[in-house]
């Protein structure tokens, strides 16, 4: 069966990691279609509908020998994916596509600078645990309340750095403020960065214009735009990509 093809999982439990972020175990027998190491990747849950389907996007935040974590943004107006996940129980089966390709931060700067929203988080947590243990650097990381702040595993040498903002996607330049209050350290960084679509070009900008980052060293992606569905995000994000 390949990888892409559609297929069922089992839900095997839930927990809430943080105030607005659940974590959905599955398994099944089809959990071992997914190859190893791909902490990171990304998975598409598909949600029939009357018309076609709905695809959403997330990525894979844990994988065991026969599970996989997938953490779920608990957002007020929830889409089909946190509304599913939040009323999922044991048992329950989701159809799922992928794994799609890993997206880690490069290993060619001098340090590393790593910046995401809530919805980065899982994506975040994975590079952060498998940078060399001499890195330094900073994970910029926004957050809904003090109490989503999670212990995350990295080095000593790269600080953690939290911005509350209880109105996700609604200050756009949170994040470019906080990474205008931190040192620049010298030499090259390699960058990783996903977030709101607004934030993002506002951070592309900075990182582009301002420190003149090398296109090798960066990865900047939007994972959502405040007041679209995935599909309408994805059309931006096609027109934002042909006049970047």
Aim: glycine content about 6%; aromatic content about 8%.
């Amino acid at each position: 069966m390949s990888r892409m093809q559609p297929r069922d999982f089992i839900v095997i439990r839930k927990e809430l990691i943080s105030p607005n972020m659940l974590r959905v175990t599955l398994g099944g027998d089809n959990v071992q279609t997914i190859p190893d190491d791909q902490e990171s990747g990304y998975v598409k849950l598909i949600f029939p509908t009357d018309g076609k389907p709905l695809f959403r996007t997330y990525t894979i935040r844990h994988q065991r020998h026969n599970e996989i974590d997938i953490d779920f943004m608990l957002h007020e107006d929830g889409g089909p994916a946190s509304s599913w996940a939040k009323s999922s129980q044991p048992g329950d089966s989701i159809c799922i596509g992928g794994p799609g390709p890993k997206k880690m931060i490069a290993n060619t700067g001098d340090w590393y600078l790593l910046v995401g929203d809530m919805t980065a988080l899982p994506a975040i947590s994975v590079n952060l645990a498998q940078l060399p243990e001499d890195a330094k650097g900073y994970a910029v990381i926004e957050v809904v309340s003090e109490a989503d702040i999670q212990p995350l595993e990295h080095p000593e040498g790269i600080k953690m750095v939290w911005a509350i903002n209880p109105h996700p996607g609604q200050q756009s330049d949170l994040l470019l403020k906080q990474l205008q209050s931190l040192e620049w350290l010298q030499g090259s960084p390699a960058v990783w960065t996903a977030c709101e679509f607004n934030s993002m070009k506002t951070l592309r900008n900075f990182f582009k214009k301002d420190k003149a980052v090398s296109k090798e060293n960066l990865y900047i992606s939007s994972y959502w735009k405040l007041g679209s569905n995935e599909d309408q995000h994805k059309e931006v994000k096609r027109q934002d990509a042909e006049m970047a």
